[in-house]
């Protein structure tokens, strides 16, 4: 976002940055400066960042980060003037710092002040006492808070949004291809237009054909496979099931395709979107126990994004207890996934029901659950504690991605060390994130990647196997 050219001169634009905008990525603070705009913060911002840098999730990562970043050594008062910007209100106060840029020092402004209209005391007015330093100086306010930037642009503040990275048709993107072949065109799959057009990985289902005389039919017989390095290399899904016997057995072709996908020895970076109920962390699961007994990985980790559905201010470090406690609560997709395959080994086996005594919770770690994550190595990792760590050895399950920013994708994946293993999971349905929308989020843009990137595979998981009253929902407010 460069200055603006104007009779050959370059017009310097004057940003005031919204807290959305940084707990987006700190990355954004360098796009916005472009080497020669000028940015502006105000003190409102400061203190919300302040307060959520005690938090766990993203948002205390990009916090701690902020403040990590700043050189205070550098920091002083400035004239307003200097900067061309008009002069300071009663009781305003302008102060010059740096934000660290790899080798580089970003330069920006902190306008603080002591009385606002709004009262400060008034923590639910935060937005609009951002919108009146904007105002008030005549400020770009650069937010990806779609309400603030409503208002904003209501009262005559212009207001833009840095909506990097966003995916456009993400609906169309799929990775099943289903294909007729002549049972004498096989060998040569290689040299097919069609074959030669998918990226590697591309999910495929071969329907033969053969002929009596002129006439062509269908024999009835299907193929499997996926394309790996340019040939197609054929799945045995029933045979890798019955080889390996998880716990859980995949139902139905979707399933089988993703529990194979996340064994094969080639693939290291899987993305799976799904509704509930489609199986996404329920086969996760048992691929990466599966991955686990065969001594592949040394165990499994899990992850997800601390975001609540409704309140941006709730997020873990807001709720009581410990770490733990705090963990267990987002954590339920996990506990979920392995109460329901501890059920059925209980009902299956007397000896399973012995070894795996007393309860299992969802939502606690009862002493079932307990028991089966500490013989399957499963531990969980807040997104937190994953700065300076390296993941090795492990099957790392990285759930409800589609709340999670390009941003983090990146952080957890630079984690990733040597024989890791990584699934992305999420549904663009479920958008949870305050900042983030169905073409702008890390599930979308994973998916956008695995349609071109050979390094990438990915699964779309359409079938669900929901209760009859889930069902009913799903059906009657699919318009929503």
């Not at 400020?139 to 966003?166: C, F, M, P, V």
């Not at 009835?220 to 054929?234: D, E, L, N, T, Y």
């Amino acid at each position: 976002m460069r200055g603006l050219s104007i009779g050959g001169r370059c017009m310097k634009k004057r940003y005031l940055i919204d807290t959305s905008i940084i707990l987006d990525s700190v990355e954004n603070l360098s796009i916005l400066y472009g080497g020669e705009n000028i940015l502006f913060i105000s003190d409102i911002v400061l203190l919300e960042l302040s307060k959520k840098k005690e938090t766990l999730g993203q948002s205390g990562y990009f916090s701690r980060e902020f403040f990590r970043l700043i050189n205070h050594n550098l920091g002083k008062e400035i004239e307003p003037e200097t900067i061309g910007l008009s002069p300071l209100k009663n009781g305003d106060f302008l102060w010059q710092t740096y934000l660290k840029d790899g080798e580089n020092l970003i330069p920006f402004y902190v306008l603080s002040r002591s009385f606002y209209e709004t009262p400060m005391s008034d923590w639910g007015q935060n937005d609009l006492k951002i919108a009146e330093i904007a105002l008030d100086y005549n400020l770009t306010l650069i937010t990806n808070d779609t309400a603030l930037k409503i208002h904003s642009l209501s009262r005559g503040i212009q207001a833009e949004s840095l909506l990097r990275d966003s995916v456009n048709n993400v609906d169309s993107i799929d990775f099943f291809y289903q294909h007729p072949c002549h049972i004498d065109t096989l060998h040569s799959l290689k040299e097919q237009t069609w074959f030669q057009n998918l990226s590697d990985w591309s999910l495929i289902e071969i329907i033969e054909e053969e002929n009596t005389g002129n006439a062509h039919y269908l024999n009835g017989k299907k193929q499997f496979g996926f394309k790996i390095k340019g040939a197609f290399v054929p799945q045995n899904l029933d045979e890798i099931i019955k080889t390996h016997s998880p716990y859980i057995t995949p139902l139905n072709l979707e399933q089988k395709l993703y529990y194979a996908l996340l064994l094969h020895s080639n693939n290291r970076i899987t993305v799976a979107s799904g509704a509930t109920g489609s199986g996404k962390t329920l086969i996760a699961l048992q691929a990466g126990i599966t991955l686990f007994k065969l001594g592949i990985v040394d165990g499994i980790v899990y992850l997800r994004n601390t975001i609540t559905a409704n309140d941006k201010e709730a997020e873990l470090g807001f709720r009581k207890g410990g770490e733990f406690e705090k963990l267990d609560y987002f954590m339920y997709p996990l506990y979920s996934a392995i109460n329901f395959t501890i059920t059925k080994m209980q009902k299956e086996s007397l000896a399973k029901r012995i070894e795996y005594r007393g309860e299992s919770k969802g939502e606690q770690r009862a002493e079932a659950t307990e028991y089966f994550m500490k013989k399957h190595n499963i531990s969980i990792i807040d997104i937190a504690h994953a700065r300076g760590i390296t993941i090795s050895r492990k099957f790392v399950i990285f759930d409800e991605v589609q709340n999670a920013s390009n941003a983090t994708v990146k952080l957890i994946g630079t984690r990733m060390g040597e024989e890791s293993r990584i699934v992305f999971l999420g549904d663009l349905k479920q958008i949870d994130h305050p900042y983030l929308s169905r073409n702008r989020n890390g599930l979308a843009t994973l998916l956008k990647i695995a349609s071109i990137d050979d390094y990438i595979a990915a699964i779309k998981l359409k079938q669900t196997i929901r209760s009859e009253i889930a069902g009913w929902f799903e059906d009657r407010f699919n318009v929503l």
